[in-house]
Structures are given as structure tokens and as C-alpha cells.
């Protein structure tokens, strides 16, 4: 993807920038996080008994895998600054999981910018909203405003 300059993501504020592609949400990706993360919640591993004991026609993706795939979706959203050597994740004003997303679903994100500006130490601060839509429904599975840093090359401040 191509860099874009300070000046032409400043313009940039309050319109959309980037849409992920779709990212399958299966039950081995969401069985691989429960392991990860130690939370083996019958909700996102036990079809059978999510069916009898809920109101989900089937497992769950943990809202967490969820969360953790605004970084990948971010990768295909989002071009790099110009002189960017990496992106750190800064954190999170806000975040709100409104939907559940089945076993199964398709998901992607879309970003909007909110702000930017250039922290004393030349770092440029970002500051998104993020939408990640579920394939399908109108709902989506969840909104954050993300805070991120990009770092710049010396030679490009």
C-alpha cells in the first residue's frame, strides 16, 4: 500500500480512510483463541449446549478475537504514513461490543479518522473509529474510538 503524506491525512479527518476484507470467523480460529487465552466459555465451544442454554442458534466468537483483529484489519485499511517505521497500538477511549458474531461469519473493519496530531517526541498520534460489520447484518459487532502512534524516521520529521 502506498504512503500518504501528513498534510493529506489531515485533510482527511472525519471521512472515511479504509475497509478491511473479510476475515472468516470459524470455530477453529475461535477454539485456538479460547486455548490462547484460557477462557473456554461454553458460549464459543459447545455448539450443542449453546443451542439448549441460549438464545444463539451457535458458538461465539469472544469478543476479544474480535478486538484483536482491528490490528490486521488496520494493515489492509490504512496506508502507512510517509517515513511511518512501524504503528504501535496506544490504546482505547472506547469500545462497545453490540452484536455477537456466529461461528461461521464473515467480519471486517472499517475505519474512520478522527484526529491526528505530532506528539512532542515526532511521533504522530492517531486517534479512529473503527466499525467491525459482521457479513450480512445491519448491527455491527462492535465500535471502538482506537488511539494509535506512528513511528517516523528521523530523516522524514
Given at each position: 500500500?502506498?504512503?500518504?503524506?501528513?498534510?493529506?491525512?489531515?485533510g482527511s479527518?472525519?471521512?472515511?480512510i479504509?475497509r478491511?476484507?473479510?476475515?472468516?470467523?470459524?470455530?477453529?480460529?475461535?477454539?485456538?483463541?479460547?486455548?490462547i487465552?484460557?477462557?473456554?466459555?461454553?458460549?464459543?465451544?459447545?455448539?450443542q449446549?449453546?443451542?439448549?442454554?441460549?438464545?444463539?442458534?451457535?458458538?461465539?466468537?469472544?469478543?476479544f478475537?474480535?478486538?484483536?483483529?482491528?490490528?490486521?484489519f488496520?494493515?489492509?485499511?490504512i496506508?502507512?504514513?510517509?517515513?511511518?517505521?512501524?504503528?504501535?497500538?496506544?490504546?482505547f477511549?472506547?469500545?462497545?461490543?453490540l452484536?455477537?458474531?456466529?461461528?461461521?461469519?464473515?467480519?471486517?473493519?472499517?475505519?474512520?479518522?478522527?484526529?491526528?496530531?505530532?506528539?512532542?517526541?515526532g511521533?504522530?498520534?492517531?486517534?479512529?473509529?473503527?466499525?467491525?460489520?459482521?457479513?450480512?447484518?445491519?448491527?455491527?459487532?462492535?465500535?471502538?474510538?482506537?488511539i494509535?502512534?506512528?513511528?517516523?524516521?528521523?530523516?522524514?520529521?
Open positions: 500500500m502506498q504512503s500518504v503524506s501528513f498534510d493529506d491525512l489531515r479527518i472525519g471521512k472515511p479504509g478491511s476484507s473479510w476475515h472468516l470467523i470459524d470455530q477453529p480460529r475461535i477454539a485456538a483463541f479460547a486455548d487465552t484460557d477462557d473456554h466459555n461454553f458460549i464459543h465451544l459447545d455448539e449446549r449453546v443451542r439448549a442454554e441460549t438464545p444463539f442458534p451457535t458458538t461465539i466468537a469472544h469478543g478475537l474480535t478486538l484483536s483483529l482491528l490490528s490486521a488496520a494493515y489492509e485499511a496506508p502507512p504514513l510517509e517515513g511511518q517505521t512501524t504503528g504501535i497500538n496506544y490504546g477511549d472506547e469500545i462497545r461490543f452484536a455477537p458474531v456466529p461461528s461461521g461469519s464473515r467480519t471486517r473493519g472499517n475505519f474512520t479518522l478522527l484526529d491526528l496530531s505530532t506528539r512532542p517526541s511521533h504522530v498520534q492517531f486517534t479512529w473509529r473503527v466499525e467491525v460489520e459482521i457479513e450480512g447484518q445491519e448491527r455491527p459487532a462492535l465500535i471502538a474510538r482506537w494509535t502512534l506512528a513511528m517516523i524516521e528521523e530523516a522524514a520529521k
